[in-house]
């Protein structure tokens, strides 16, 4: 399976992005799956999880009441929209199953100017 990470950019704080992520192969649909994030000189966080339906979302603390996510089984492919960024939230993002299991895939870079 591979997992490819698109939409990240530079945007100002308060503004918004949607990440997309793309899943080769056929079990995208029988896998709980998340977003995760590495800042510099910071370990990789989980920042939000789905089920495998898509009826149950988690999120981490830091990013709850701004970052929606979502997912598309017969497109293979889960969404994270951003609102309301902070220069905090500056990092790589990446998807995977969770707990991940996939080989990682590039990421997509995030910037949020203050």
């Known amino acids: 399976v591979q997992l490819v990470e698109s939409g990240g950019g530079l945007v100002q704080a308060g503004g918004s992005l949607r990440l997309s992520c793309q899943a080769s192969?056929?079990?995208?649909?029988?896998?709980?799956m998340g977003w995760y994030r590495q800042a510099p000189g910071k370990q990789r966080e989980l920042v939000a999880r789905i089920t495998t339906g898509g009826g149950s979302t988690n999120y981490a603390d830091s990013v709850k009441g701004r970052f929606t996510i979502s997912r598309d089984n017969a497109q293979n492919t889960m969404y994270l929209q951003m609102n309301s960024l902070k220069p905090e939230d500056t990092a790589v993002y990446y998807c995977n199953t969770n707990p991940p299991t996939y080989h990682w895939g590039q990421g997509t870079q995030v910037t949020v100017s203050s």
């Open positions: 192969g056929n079990t995208f649909s029988i896998n709980a």
